[in-house]
């Protein structure tokens, strides 16, 4: 294998190594919305119960997720406000992802648990990932690297202006 046939994303070793005491440590979503709307902390809006923020390791161009503020693992835990905030927020995302991407389609969706497939599993989430046509290809499997085309910074500043609400 030549060097030219190897594609190299370091940025993401931090994430696969992570130990054990990493992953029981402060929760990265709380700390996020608690450092407030930025770049740092990659959330485009902080709402009174919901936020929007950016996957730090996307599937996709334009990976966002909607969080509830507080440290909630249920979908049944969400004050009223809290699921109408959420809800309201995703339609938002939607309408902006759609007007900015452009995309042929989304993923929109939550795991819940560890064995439902959540990556974080002790706060509850929604994905929302934008999809075009042929955006899967060979990498994940041959490769174990997905493709990302952007960086989270240009993301960011095409995103935050239309979450200035």
């Known amino acids: ?5 190897v594609l190299f994303t370091p940025w993401r070793s931090s994430y696969i190594k ?5 992953l029981k440590a402060a929760c990265v979503f709380c700390e996020a919305v608690n450092s407030g709307a930025g770049l740092e902390s990659l959330v485009l809006h902080k709402g009174k119960t919901a936020s929007v923020i950016l996957n730090k ?3 996709n161009n334009g990976h966002t997720m909607i969080i509830p503020n507080a440290h909630l693992q249920e979908l049944t835990d969400l ?3 809290a ?7 995703l339609k938002r995302s939607y309408e902006v ?3 900015v991407y452009q995309p042929g389609g989304l993923n929109i969706g939550m795991n819940i648990g560890k064995t ?3 990556g974080i599993a002790d706060h509850l989430h929604y994905h929302i990932v934008p999809r075009w046509e042929g955006d899967s290809n060979f990498m994940p499997i041959i490769a174990g690297t997905k493709i990302v ?3 989270l910074e240009d993301t960011f500043n095409k995103l935050i202006p239309h979450f200035k609400i």
Do not use: N
Request: charged share 40%; glycine share 10%.
């Open 149 to 151: 085309s952007e960086a």
């Open 1 to 5: 294998m030549k060097l030219r046939d």
């Open 83 to 89: 699921f109408t905030e959420v809800h309201e927020l």
């Open 57 to 59: 390791y996307p599937y």
């Open 116 to 118: 439902g497939g959540a």
């Open 79 to 81: 004050s009223p406000d």
């Open 97 to 99: 992802l759609k007007k």
């Open 18 to 22: 992570r130990g054990k005491d990493q």
